[in-house]
């Protein structure tokens, strides 16, 4: 047989998914007829709102048309209406609807940025920003975050001293995946100061929005002078448990970066009708859905963080946002730790899957002994999660004295 | 305020989808109380099958999940079992659904390619590869065809007189849009050649596959050989009606390439899952489906390239595929006078919007007294829509004579 044709580097530098590469393991688990928790992806089992499947169920046109490329008219009114309600006022023109947050990174980072171009990540980040960034063509220049400081910003110096004449934004995610820190409105002010400054996109992941739980998540879109520099990459698939959706949007008040967009959005034509039809429905659900699963995922944190303080070696520590901990784990090894809790560990029949820290780091070396935990089950799943986690340290740290 | 900072230079070279930018036009047209033949773009008015509302309602789930990334498993079935009814059997994994033919073409030329690389496309061609291609940072090198030869492929000298160290692939669309031409086995065999011969990719967009009125079109999966090098970018929004529903596939039994598609589709974690399930449920819908259709469409063809004919000055050939028309028009600036149709002509309150030729050209100055008529409506429409372009013409061409 002729022989295949190479692939481009971007190809061959595209890591599988760190949060999904454990799947085959957990599925094998599974075939031996262990019951898997999964704190290893951000899939919450909270119902997606009625209104969504009513919205649906309801729709009586006979041909599944495209939509316009900004997205349909019901679905960018009620995401007005949405951040009208946070008092955001944003115009018609500026929220191009997405096909998931996903789709909202890409077409931002490659508007601008070129190839070759640097954009500013805080690490640890989620993951796929540098799947993104790859097929972009575009350099992730990952600036550190600690543990021991909650892994809030560094110092503008500190950011400063990463930038080249290159660098075209810099990424935040706010509350953040994987860490769960809400950023307070000084490290916001910096932000600000640094993007007016040095010119700068502020590429705002604001996915996790309504996951606080000490105090609201601020907008980047609420920083005065920072209209033409703000740009939100938003999602509805943690905030309605609308994961399978990919309903999300670009938002920003910069008119040509969003003339950008819908010329990006135009290329792909439209995202799916079906679904904009359910999530322009969304908005109705309101703070009567949010408040019991904000209550609900404060329920999970506690419990999570409460069990996970007590496995001793054990560093993290209480985020106040999102779904997830970012924790350092007594073990040598996490990727190989979390491997073996699928292939050889289980604790009555069950075990626990996790994502492992590397994946959410660019600098190599960095995370090998952290591991992120979603707490998307319930708080007593959770907690029987990481007891089977504890456990798991204890025999896997004992098997290695062994060795 | 301070002023922006400035985009990338894709951004700035990014087009307005030349189908979509008359729409404006056709929207003031509206309110003016003008009724609007739609001949501008691919959207069938035929209905979607019923399985697919079906599926759709009787999803019973609470909670709308990520799917996996390579796809749902019922729906990657449906696709080898569809693809069997053809004499192609694939296996499970030389599958990948991804969110409409779009995003097939940009994985695809994204793993072929690297910024800077080139590929091959056949002009006229499908507007939006110049989009993907310079979201992914990849030329695009035209190789002409021509009207007077049905807009099938040249010689393979005059191919490989574009080829340069950097070119990675060739671009086919068969059945073509926006021409309707659907490529002979002869063409086929030496593109097959060529591939061999040079290494090539050959990136085959088969959407209309079905759409064939003077026999099947052949795909690139049923050429010996080119196992390695074959990738078909695919899309059920024609075959079903579907445009909407953003679901599409890229298939190829090149192992190492299938194996980058998923790691790509891992980065946007999944396709609609809702979406899905409906889009599973039809390839029980068949031949039953497909039958009528295409009979539907051989008469819509009939009618609009016999009014064409009756147009003095007007040339083109019977295609005999897809559902464009692409027709030289006897008048100055194609651009213009489609821009015309719209603001200042109505004949009886109707007038029509065309794509104006140069959208589908990537060489400056082609295409100018060129359009393309996506005859999707019923005969009847579409002869009244070309009668008014008919009378458009002459309107257009005795103002422009007194000028």
Same mark, same amino acid.
């Given at each position: 047989?002729?022989?295949?044709?190479?692939?481009?580097?971007?190809?061959?530098?595209?890591?599988?998914?760190?949060?999904?590469?454990?799947?085959?393991?957990?599925?094998?688990?599974?075939?031996?007829?262990?019951?898997?928790?999964?704190?290893?992806?951000?899939?919450?089992?909270?119902?997606?709102?009625?209104?969504?499947?009513?919205?649906?169920?309801?729709?009586?046109?006979?041909?599944?048309?495209?939509?316009?490329?900004?997205?349909?008219?019901?679905?960018?009114?009620?995401?007005?209406?949405?951040?009208?309600?946070?008092?955001?006022?944003?115009?018609?023109?500026?929220?191009?609807?997405?096909?998931?947050?996903?789709?909202?990174?890409?077409?931002?980072?490659?508007?601008?940025?070129?190839?070759?171009?640097?954009?500013? =990540?805080?690490?640890?980040?989620?993951?796929?920003?540098?799947?993104?960034?790859?097929?972009?063509?575009?350099?992730?220049?990952?600036?550190?975050?600690?543990?021991?400081?909650?892994?809030?910003?560094?110092?503008?110096?500190?950011? $400063?001293?990463?930038?080249?004449?290159?660098?075209?934004?810099?990424?935040?995610?706010?509350?953040?995946?994987?860490?769960?820190?809400?950023?307070?409105?000084?490290? @916001?002010?910096?932000?600000?100061?640094?993007?007016?400054?040095?010119?700068?996109?502020?590429?705002?992941?604001?996915?996790?929005?309504?996951?606080?739980?000490?105090?609201?998540?601020?907008?980047?879109?609420?920083?005065?002078?920072?209209?033409?520099?703000?740009?939100?990459?938003?999602?509805?698939?943690?905030?309605?448990?609308?994961?399978?959706?990919?309903?999300?949007?670009?938002?920003?008040?910069?008119?040509?970066?969003? $003339?950008?967009?819908?010329?990006?959005?135009?290329?792909?034509?439209?995202?799916?009708?079906?679904?904009?039809?359910?999530?322009?429905?969304?908005?109705?659900?309101?703070?009567?859905?949010?408040?019991?699963?904000?209550?609900?995922?404060?329920?999970?944190?506690?419990?999570?963080? $409460? $069990? @996970?303080?007590?496995?001793?070696?054990?560093?993290?520590?209480?985020?106040?946002?999102?779904?997830?901990?970012?924790?350092?784990?007594?073990?040598?090894?996490?990727?190989?730790?979390?491997?073996?809790?699928?292939?050889?560990?289980?604790?009555?029949?069950?075990?626990?899957?996790?994502?492992?820290?590397?994946?959410?780091?660019?600098?190599?070396?960095?995370?090998?002994?952290?591991?992120?935990?979603?707490? =998307?089950?319930?708080?007593?799943?959770?907690?029987?999660?990481?007891?089977?986690?504890?456990?798991?340290?204890?025999?896997?740290?004992?098997?290695?004295?062994?060795?």
């Amino acid at each position: 047989m002729t022989p295949a044709p190479q692939l481009s580097h971007r190809a061959s530098i595209m890591p599988a998914s760190p949060i999904r590469k454990l799947v085959p393991l957990g599925d094998a688990a599974k075939q031996r007829g262990t019951h898997v928790y999964h704190l290893n992806i951000g899939q919450p089992d909270i119902e997606t709102p009625p209104e969504f499947f009513d919205a649906v169920r309801a729709y009586q046109e006979k041909v599944i048309a495209y939509g316009n490329s900004q997205g349909i008219r019901l679905f960018i009114e009620s995401l007005q209406e949405y951040y009208a309600s946070l008092s955001i006022p944003l115009a018609f023109n500026d929220i191009v609807i997405t096909t998931g947050g996903s789709e909202a990174i890409m077409f931002a980072m490659m508007a601008v940025a070129q190839p070759g171009d640097e954009i500013l =990540v805080f690490e640890p980040f989620y993951t796929n920003y540098n799947g993104f960034a790859i097929m972009a063509g575009v350099t992730l220049v990952p600036v550190g975050t600690k543990a021991e400081d909650g892994f809030h910003l560094p110092s503008a110096e500190e950011i $400063e001293a990463h930038l080249t004449p290159r660098t075209r934004a810099m990424v935040i995610c706010n509350p953040n995946n994987p860490t769960g820190t809400v950023l307070g409105d000084d490290e @916001l002010l910096m932000v600000r100061d640094l993007a007016l400054k040095h010119n700068l996109y502020v590429l705002s992941d604001e996915v996790y929005r309504e996951f606080a739980y000490e105090g609201a998540a601020r907008s980047v879109l609420q920083l005065e002078g920072l209209e033409q520099h703000a740009v939100v990459m938003d999602s509805l698939s943690k905030r309605y448990s609308l994961c399978g959706g990919r309903m999300g949007a670009v938002i920003s008040r910069n008119r040509a970066f969003m $003339e950008v967009m819908l010329r990006f959005g135009q290329a792909r034509l439209c995202s799916a009708t079906l679904e904009q039809v359910g999530a322009a429905a969304l908005v109705a659900a309101g703070a009567k859905y949010f408040d019991p699963m904000i209550a609900e995922y404060r329920q999970r944190r506690d419990a999570t963080f $409460e $069990e @996970l303080q007590n496995i001793p070696g054990m560093l993290c520590r209480k985020p106040s946002g999102a779904f997830y901990i970012m924790a350092q784990f007594p073990v040598d090894d996490i990727e190989r730790f979390a491997a073996w809790l699928l292939t050889d560990f289980s604790d009555g029949g069950e075990t626990t899957m996790l994502a492992p820290g590397p994946g959410f780091y660019a600098t190599p070396g960095r995370g090998t002994s952290e591991a992120r935990l979603a707490y =998307v089950l319930n708080a007593p799943e959770c907690r029987r999660a990481v007891e089977i986690v504890a456990r798991g340290i204890e025999a896997y740290n004992s098997l290695n004295r062994k060795d």
